[in-house]
């Protein structure tokens, strides 16, 4: 089965450069200081943002602030079952990489000796999770009202035969389809997070880089129009 | 030991130095360390070393069962030790965040990467499969620790070879290697790791940094690439903003470098093979430590001559002096033994005081240590005095119902009869 058909339409009937619909809440949790609910097509991601507080004493950090993530997947995310939500492998490299990219995305030098943490939790995993995760994460930092260099937008973007398709799906993170995860702020050129899975070749690289910074371009103007709407609605006060 | 942060004098040096572009260790911005690479004696192990940095690897494999998952596969695992050895910023049996950024890197390189074939390791389906082991041994660390881990590790894969075997319809046959040529792993490709420091934004490129550099810079990007000019891998080791186009740059510069260290790595291995064929013997790690330190092979043979042996002693001897041995062995229980004694002595004296004290009659002339027992006879002789004496009371109780002064005794008796209960409380506790 190819992934794209002759016709050029991928297996959910999209385009190739075309991203599923992007639905999001913001302000869900009422606990949290932000909390947002982000759906990339069946790909379901909640996220909730605590802090910035005193955090612990042993990952105090003198000059900025330490971002403590947690990246977990229901145990009926996937199509077949899980037995440990977190704490494996993956889920662990998943929460490194959404600190690393979040450390460079929040202003830490505001925060000196605080902790901010953050808490994602894929309900449902239909492809391009971390991707997803990056986005509720973004826009669960601007419901808490944390000082940011922007909004981070992230996007896979996989490449069939020379011509690259954006926001996979489940069915078609495979494991021979080369894919790139990126993250950019503001859709600028501006990249916090690169990660690639399986083997790209160097000419196909550019390819895809353009592809997944376009995506990410795109991903970014749905989050702001979402940020904006939220903050009109939670501040009156401000006009508009 | 925490990590030591550079101080702000020398960090200042060390860039104004690379942004002149200038290195402390005479290098180029973008020249690379010399590598060494050096297979053992054994079969499967490999040390690369990259300026001071310094890994070894290990290549083992032995027959395991394979998941429900993937019954027909192989299983490649990756062990990483950090041990403080190498670095003093490292604890002693855990991994840190950098060592699990390691051992997550080297496992999507050299597993997720698919370079090996395991399905060639599948021995039964879904009974018996070769689980081969790598092991990495981080001997000394000053910076690039990763593409040195990598290389010595898909160096020692390479040169590794598992036991040949043959299936029989119930059991399976592992031959040594003299029976059957052991079999080489097989190999698809050979991704080479690189990292690349990056300053001021991503502006200036530092190519393999050593520890101090990489603690001045802003972070560095690490790029797997293999000979057929495929990314393998591509992560963003620090929190820095680049741009795509510093991302491809980054890309090529391990390109060029992947191919150079391919070479390398086959030439070694093939070397090892040509020399191994004309049995001649490998020279192993030997040869990575300087010929002048190696004395110990020149020293002569000396003729020793050992002193007359004498009979040994009797069989009765030896029983009679075994047990002394056995006594002596354990000076430290019999030592607490002792101290626990001591306590009970001490414990029971205590006890004697207050057991004294509510008996208000006993007198005590020894010292306290011997009359333990003399007191706990003494006092058993008082009850049972007490105990005669109360018959007898009760006894003139009974004879005497009308007598005169029968208020008089009543309250004698009483009397005594109180302190009964007291001793034997007394008693009660010095049993516990």
């Known amino acids: ?240 | 030991m925490r990590v030591q942060p550079v101080t702000i004098c020398e960090k200042a040096l060390i860039l104004e130095a690379l942004r002149s572009g200038k290195r402390f260790d005479f290098r180029g911005l973008e020249e690379f360390r010399e590598v060494k690479l050096v297979v053992g004696a054994e079969i499967g192990t490999a040390i690369c070393t990259i300026g001071n940095t310094k890994v070894l690897a290990a290549v083992s494999a032995q027959i395991a069962e394979p998941s429900s998952m993937r019954p027909h596969k192989g299983v490649i695992n990756i062990d990483v030790d950090l041990s403080p050895m190498a670095n003093y910023a490292n604890e002693h049996d855990r991994l840190g965040s950098r060592g699990m950024e390691l051992i997550r890197l080297l496992e999507l390189i050299i597993r997720d990467s698919r370079c090996i074939d395991v399905e060639s390791l599948c021995i039964r389906a879904g009974k018996e499969i070769w689980k081969v082991r790598v092991d990495v041994r981080i001997l000394d660390d000053d910076g690039s620790l990763l593409d040195c881990a990598c290389l010595a590790a898909i160096t020692a894969l390479q040169h590794f070879k598992r036991p040949n075997v043959t299936l029989e319809p119930h059991h399976t046959l592992i031959y040594s290697e003299y029976e059957k040529a052991p079999v080489p792993l097989n190999i698809y490709h050979m991704p080479i790791c690189t990292t690349i420091g990056l300053l001021d934004k991503g502006q200036m490129v530092v190519i393999d940094p050593t520890d101090k550099e990489a603690a001045c810079l802003d972070g560095s990007i690490v790029v797997a690439c293999n000979k057929r000019r495929e990314v393998c891998a591509l992560h963003q080791s620090t929190n820095l903003v680049l741009s795509t186009k510093q991302i491809e740059r980054c890309v090529k510069l391990a390109m060029s470098r992947a191919e150079a260290l391919t070479a390398v790595v086959s030439d070694v291995v093939k070397q090892d093979q040509r020399e191994r064929s004309a049995f001649k013997r490998p020279d192993g790690f030997a040869i990575t430590a300087p010929a002048l330190i190696l004395t110990a092979g020149t020293v002569a043979a000396r003729k020793i001559v050992a002193p007359v042996v004498k009979n040994e002693p009797d069989v009765e001897q030896r029983a009679m002096y075994q047990p002394s041995i056995v006594l002596n062995e354990n000076p430290l229980s019999v030592g607490s033994v002792k101290q626990e004694e001591v306590d009970n002595d001490a414990s029971i004296s205590e006890q004697v005081e207050m057991i004294q004290n509510s008996v208000g009659k006993v007198e005590v002339t020894e010292t306290q240590k011997s009359s333990t027992i003399s007191n706990r006879k003494r006092e058993e002789k008082e009850v049972d005095d007490l105990l005669s004496g109360l018959d007898d009371d009760e006894e003139e109780v009974q004879t005497m119902t009308l007598g005169a002064e029968e208020p008089v005794q009543d309250v004698t008796m009483q009397e005594e009869e109180e302190e009964q209960p007291n001793l034997l409380l007394a008693k009660k506790k010095k049993k516990k």
Request: overall charge neutral.
């Open chain 1, 1 to 240: 089965m190819s992934i794209i058909s002759e016709h050029g339409f991928r297996l959910d009937g999209r385009r190739p450069a075309q991203i599923r619909n992007v639905n999001t809440r913001l302000g869900l949790n009422r606990n949290a200081e932000g909390s947002s609910y982000l759906e990339h097509g069946n790909t379901k991601v909640l996220c909730a943002v605590y802090g910035p507080y005193e955090g612990k004493a042993s990952k105090r950090l003198e000059d900025r602030c330490a971002i403590v993530c947690q990246y977990s997947t229901t145990t009926f995310s996937g199509l077949e079952r899980k037995n440990r939500p977190r704490g494996d492998r993956k889920s662990t490299e998943m929460s490194r990489l959404l600190e690393k990219a979040f450390e460079s995305v929040i202003l830490t030098e505001s925060f000196p000796r605080s902790q901010i943490d953050i808490f994602c939790e894929v309900i449902q995993g239909d492809g391009s999770n971390l991707a997803a995760c990056v986005n509720a994460t973004s826009l669960a930092l601007a419901d808490a009202g944390i000082p940011m260099k922007g909004i981070a937008s992230a996007a896979t973007c996989g490449i069939v035969e020379g011509n690259p398709i954006v926001d996979l799906t489940s069915r078609e993170e495979t494991d021979l389809l080369p894919r790139v995860t990126l993250a950019t702020i503001c859709g600028r050129d501006e990249v916090v997070l690169v990660e690639l899975h399986n083997r790209l070749h160097i000419d196909h690289l550019s390819v895809v880089m353009e592809a997944a910074k376009a995506t990410c371009a795109d991903v970014y103007e749905c989050l702001a129009v979402v940020a904006q709407q939220h903050l009109k609605a939670c501040a009156p006060i401000l006009g508009n």
